[in-house]
Nanobody
Framework: QLQFVESGGGLVQPGGSLRLSCAAP????????IGWFRQAPGKEREAVLC????????RYADSVKGRFTISRDNAKKTVYLQMNSLKPEDTAVYYC????????????????WGKGTQVTVSS
């Protein structure tokens, strides 16, 4: 069973930046599309971004366009979520998830999940 691990969360002021990482220790991510999801208190988990296996397809939620970017370094077996211009409404637990090959927007399309990392945007 693949286990993904997120890191990089924390407390940041509005307007600040954070970079989250997603990795599966010892496992190559070459064959996997990676999605980032988030769940705010009292809300449903929602898709934020996804990147296809080769990085050629990237999809963004409207709420993060122009602020968040996703990238992958297959040599380092890591996918990154760069979050800039953070807003209080970005506060959530962020999860990475993996599925073979193609980007997907539905949680049910992903086979493997991390346990999440907390991001809090507050002054």
């Amino acid at each position: 069973q693949l286990q993904f691990v997120e890191s990089g969360g924390g407390l940041v002021q509005p307007g600040g930046s954070l970079r989250l990482s997603c990795a599966a220790p010892g496992i190559s991510l070459d064959d996997y599309a990676i999605g980032w999801f988030r769940q705010a208190p009292g809300k449903e988990r929602e898709a934020v971004l996804c990147i296809s296996r080769g990085g050629g397809t990237v999809r963004y939620a409207d709420s993060v366009k122009g602020r968040f970017t996703i990238s992958r370094d297959n040599a380092k077996k890591t996918v990154y979520l760069q979050m800039n211009s953070l807003k209080p409404e970005d506060t959530a637990v962020y999860y990475c998830a993996a599925r073979l090959a193609l980007c997907a927007w539905s949680q049910s399309d992903y086979n493997y999940w991390g346990k999440g990392t907390q991001v809090t945007v507050s002054s």
